[in-house]
């Protein structure tokens, strides 16, 4: 053997060395992650922590007869309240949504909320009783009132993401003295219908683009309402819809990227925080999404009393944009603004959260600046 041809190999095996290295420290770093106690990184300004009037608490509370949790971030505790309701049903977004609100910690008081049977909250799936929507209304209720005799507020902003649109709008059409307008994305209306959009849209792109297997799959399940099996069936079809660019516009692996680095990552959560992560997914939709397929906002909720946007990816085809903007046309407030973001589908506030963040402040915090001040509540 040469001595080039040695050298060669020796750079070869020093190479593989350290990937095999870099990799070992990686898995390490994520097992250390797996097993510290949950918690959330201190609130840095200017990469120093203040800690004077900045608030990072996450934080159990006792809502609806059970334990749940929700994350507090701001750089000033005195700011308006956001309060975030996830998609799903079940689908946590508090590690992945952290990440992305962050910019606007400076502006609000941003709650994030793992809402009954999801993530941190999993264990209230328990009380399958109270796995319904009007109960999900009433946590909603009873958790702004909390927030609000917490921070002396008389307010707060509501931000619904998908299933977290129709307890949103549910929410403030019955409580609106709580809130200083009503935020929707992904907004969901009539929502058998819109199971019958993404159906059809989800097969005519799978015959668009030759997928056979797709094609053979979506065709042998027949449209919604599904027979037998419809949880694998739903499953079946959002997996084609995220592969043709229905769930995230740039992605066709659909929200799993988005979610799982949160997931992973983030400080928030104890490793049985993400096994319970997914066993919430499938658990809130087994007991949630027939309900869920009966409502229509159209009839329940024609008029809300705050002011109103509607933050849309124009290539949303998990709830349909072209339905939430016939929702939107058809409601009543005393404003209402429909938002497109262009280069979106179902999640605008994480595939555009740049611009999702800037409505927010120009748009949103005025109105939560001009209504809310500082009160002392009973």
Same mark, same amino acid.
């Given at each position: 053997?040469?001595?080039?041809?040695?050298?060669?190999?020796?750079?070869?095996?020093?190479? &593989?060395?350290?990937?095999?290295?870099?990799?070992?420290? @990686?898995?390490?770093? #994520?097992?250390?992650?797996?097993?510290?106690?949950?918690?959330?990184?201190?609130?840095? *300004?200017?990469?120093?922590?203040?800690?004077?009037?900045?608030?990072?608490?996450?934080?159990?509370?006792?809502?609806?007869?059970?334990?749940?949790?929700?994350?507090?971030?701001?750089?000033?505790?005195?700011?308006?309240?956001?309060?975030?309701?996830?998609?799903?049903?079940?689908? /946590?977004?508090?590690?992945?949504?952290?990440?992305?609100?962050?910019?606007?910690?400076?502006? &609000?008081?941003?709650?994030?909320?793992?809402?009954?049977?999801?993530?941190?909250? !999993?264990?209230?799936?328990?009380? +399958?009783? $109270?796995?319904?929507?009007?109960?999900? +209304?009433?946590?909603?209720?009873?958790?702004?009132?909390?927030?609000?005799?917490? !921070?002396? $507020?008389?307010?707060? #902003?509501?931000?619904?993401?998908?299933? %977290? /649109?129709?307890?949103?709008?549910?929410?403030? /059409?019955?409580?609106?003295?709580?809130?200083?307008?009503?935020?929707?994305?992904?907004?969901?209306?009539?929502?058998?219908?819109?199971?019958?959009?993404?159906?059809?849209?989800? *097969?005519?792109?799978?015959?668009?683009? $030759?997928?056979?297997?797709?094609?053979?799959? @979506?065709?042998?399940?027949?449209?919604?309402?599904?027979?037998?099996?419809?949880?694998? $069936?739903?499953?079946?079809?959002?997996?084609?819809?995220?592969?043709?660019?229905?769930?995230?516009?740039?992605?066709?692996?659909?929200?799993?990227?988005?979610?799982?680095? %949160? *997931?992973?990552?983030?400080?928030? !959560?104890?490793?049985?925080?993400?096994?319970? =992560? =997914?066993?919430? #997914?499938?658990?809130?939709?087994?007991?949630?999404?027939?309900?869920? *397929?009966?409502?229509?906002?159209?009839?329940?909720?024609?008029?809300?009393?705050?002011?109103?946007?509607?933050?849309?990816?124009?290539?949303?085809?998990?709830?349909?944009?072209?339905?939430?903007?016939?929702? &939107?046309?058809?409601?009543?407030?005393?404003?209402?603004?429909?938002?497109?973001?262009?280069?979106?589908?179902?999640?605008?506030?994480?595939?555009?959260?740049?611009?999702?963040?800037?409505?927010?402040?120009?748009?949103?915090?005025?109105?939560?600046?001009?209504?809310?001040?500082?009160?002392?509540?009973?």
């Amino acid at each position: 053997m040469s001595a080039h041809t040695d050298s060669a190999d020796h750079r070869t095996v020093r190479a &593989f060395g350290g990937a095999v290295a870099g990799l070992g420290a @990686l898995i390490g770093l #994520v097992g250390v992650r797996f097993v510290l106690p949950a918690g959330t990184p201190r609130v840095r *300004l200017k990469g120093r922590a203040d800690s004077a009037r900045s608030t990072a608490i996450l934080e159990k509370v006792h809502i609806g007869g059970s334990d749940q949790w929700i994350l507090e971030r701001s750089e000033d505790v005195d700011n308006p309240i956001v309060l975030y309701l996830h998609g799903g049903p079940g689908t /946590s977004q508090l590690t992945s949504n952290r990440r992305n609100t962050k910019d606007l910690e400076k502006f &609000f008081n941003v709650v994030n909320w793992d809402q009954r049977g999801a993530g941190k909250s !999993y264990n209230a799936i328990n009380d +399958v009783d $109270k796995m319904n929507i009007d109960q999900f +209304v009433q946590d909603t209720r009873e958790l702004t009132l909390y927030l609000l005799k917490k !921070y002396q $507020k008389e307010r707060l #902003v509501l931000v619904g993401h998908s299933w %977290g /649109s129709v307890i949103g709008a549910l929410t403030v /059409s019955k409580y609106p003295e709580f809130y200083n307008c009503y935020v929707g994305i992904g907004q969901l209306a009539n929502i058998a219908e819109g199971e019958a959009v993404s159906y059809q849209w989800t *097969l005519d792109q799978a015959r668009e683009h $030759k997928d056979h297997r797709a094609i053979e799959a @979506l065709a042998r399940m027949g449209p919604p309402p599904y027979k037998g099996n419809w949880r694998e $069936k739903t499953v079946t079809q959002r997996r084609y819809l995220g592969r043709f660019g229905g769930e995230v516009h740039a992605s066709r692996n659909g929200a799993f990227g988005l979610v799982i680095g %949160g *997931l992973l990552f983030s400080r928030e !959560y104890t490793m049985t925080d993400r096994i319970n =992560f =997914f066993r919430g #997914v499938l658990g809130s939709m087994r007991l949630l999404w027939p309900e869920l *397929l009966t409502v229509d906002l159209f009839k329940r909720v024609p008029e809300m009393e705050v002011p109103v946007f509607i933050m849309e990816g124009r290539y949303d085809k998990e709830c349909p944009s072209e339905i939430a903007e016939r929702y &939107f046309e058809s409601i009543r407030a005393p404003s209402k603004e429909l938002i497109w973001f262009d280069k979106s589908a179902h999640m605008p506030n994480a595939e555009q959260r740049d611009l999702f963040n800037r409505i927010m402040v120009e748009k949103v915090l005025p109105i939560a600046a001009h209504q809310n001040r500082s009160v002392a509540l009973a």
